[in-house]
C-alpha cells in the first residue's frame, strides 16, 4: 500500500514526510534551516518549536467548533478556575479557605476546605 492511499486527507504526504525528516536530520546536525524565503533561519530548537506549533494547528483546526465553545471555554469558568487556584495557594500559605467555585475543584478537594466551627 503506498503512502498516498495510507493518508488520503493529506494528497502529498510522501512529499511533506520527507521534507520534515530532512529538516530533523540537517538541524541536529548543526545546520540552519529555512521554512521560506523570507523566514528567519531555525535552529533544532527553533524547527522544534516551529514544527510543534504547526501540528498543534493542524490538530486543533479539525476539531469540531461545538467542543470549542463547551462550559469550561466559558469566560466566568475560567475566571473561577484562577480564582480557586489562588485561593489554593493562600490555603498553602495557611490561609483559612472555606469554599472554592468550581464544581470539579470543590468534589475533589473538599476536604482542604476550612470549616467554620473550627
Request: hydrophobic residues 30%.
Amino acid at each position: 500500500m503506498s503512502q498516498r492511499n495510507r493518508y488520503p486527507h493529506y494528497p502529498e504526504f510522501s512529499w511533506y514526510l520527507e521534507r520534515v525528516l530532512w529538516a530533523f536530520r540537517t538541524t541536529r546536525a548543526g545546520g540552519k534551516i529555512q521554512l521560506t524565503w523570507c523566514s528567519p533561519e531555525l535552529d533544532a530548537e527553533g524547527w522544534r518549536d516551529e514544527f510543534q506549533a504547526a501540528l498543534d494547528r493542524r490538530i486543533s483546526g479539525r476539531m469540531p467548533h461545538e467542543q470549542r465553545g463547551g462550559r469550561k471555554f466559558s469566560d466566568e469558568y475560567q475566571t473561577n478556575i484562577m480564582r480557586d487556584a489562588h485561593d489554593l495557594a493562600l490555603r498553602a500559605a495557611g490561609v483559612r479557605v472555606y469554599s472554592l467555585r468550581t464544581p470539579e475543584l470543590r468534589t475533589r478537594l473538599r476536604h482542604l476546605l476550612s470549616s467554620y466551627d473550627d
